[in-house]
């Protein structure tokens, strides 16, 4: 399996505090892989710097062999890297299908002066961009719903429509930060599913989460992370028998969403 995604002693500090402190990680194509760790170990930030909110203080990313180190988000997108955020940002007043197209419009080739001009370009772009919105969100299990205002929808079903609106982008690689938080039991086995089908399409995973039972479940690897330097690496057998991660994950305190 070759690396889709690989970090390269990556280091991120915010003031006198050291975030991300020299982490190597490397995501094999078509896996899905998980990154893990209490509270506070660094999570949310690498997957920040992954994808450009952030910019790395030292080391090397590196999408597809290539360096997208220092990208912005909207560059990094196109290079095929989709995500979710710990907090659900969806447009409350748009409808589900009008949020879903938003999210699609950086991969269509039209531009302002096509929608100004109402060119022929434009209209094969919306045809197509409302044609894959309803196709996500049918997947989700959202496709009925495709009039609804977001505003309208319960946490665990705006969590499903981010996700219809990152998977619009066709991505070859989804990050997902946090994506069964606030999530009951009967959700949760849903998205496990869908997770599985969303990988099997081609779509590799990075997933952030503290649901132990659900990582245990999907992950083909895992990635522990403590402080912001990676403590273990290995398949979920490896991290459940070992005493370092016992000790600074889980043996402790899974629970809790709050920004890592």
């Not at 299908?97 to 269509?108: D, H, I, K, P, R």
């Not at 001009?117 to 299990?141: I, M, N, Q, Y």
């Not at 999907?218 to 992370?225: E, F, G, K, P, Y």
Request: with cysteine.
């Amino acid at each position: 399996m070759s690396d889709l995604l690989s970090l390269q002693h990556v280091s991120k500090r915010f003031g006198g505090l050291l975030a991300v402190d020299d982490l190597s990680l490397d995501v094999g194509e078509g896996e899905i892989h998980a990154l893990i760790g209490p509270n506070g170990a660094g999570k949310s930030t690498i997957i920040n710097t992954i994808t450009g909110i952030y910019r790395a203080g030292s080391g090397s990313i590196r999408f597809r062999g290539n360096d997208i180190g220092g990208r912005d988000p909207a560059d990094i997108s196109r290079q095929g890297i989709a995500r979710t955020f710990q907090t659900i940002r969806v447009w409350k007043g748009m409808t589900l299908l009008e949020n879903v197209m938003v999210g699609f419009q950086s991969t269509t080739s039209s531009g302002f002066l096509d929608a100004l001009l109402l060119t022929p370009r434009h209209f094969r772009d919306e045809a197509r961009t409302r044609t894959v919105a309803k196709e996500c969100l049918a997947l989700v299990g959202l496709g009925d719903q495709m009039a609804r205002l977001a505003g309208a929808l319960s946490y665990g079903q705006q969590r499903l429509l981010e996700l219809a609106r990152a998977l619009a982008t066709q991505p070859s690689l989804l990050l997902l930060d946090e994506p069964a938080a606030g999530m009951n039991p009967q959700e949760t086995g849903f998205l496990s599913e869908l997770f599985l089908t969303i990988n099997r399409s081609g779509v590799t995973l990075l997933i952030v989460e503290h649901n132990m039972n659900l990582i245990m479940q999907l992950a083909n690897r895992i990635t522990v992370v403590n402080f912001g330097r990676r403590i273990a690496d290995g398949a979920p057998e490896e991290i459940r028998a070992n005493s370092e991660v016992i000790a600074a994950y889980l043996g402790g305190d899974e629970g809790g969403t709050t920004e890592n």
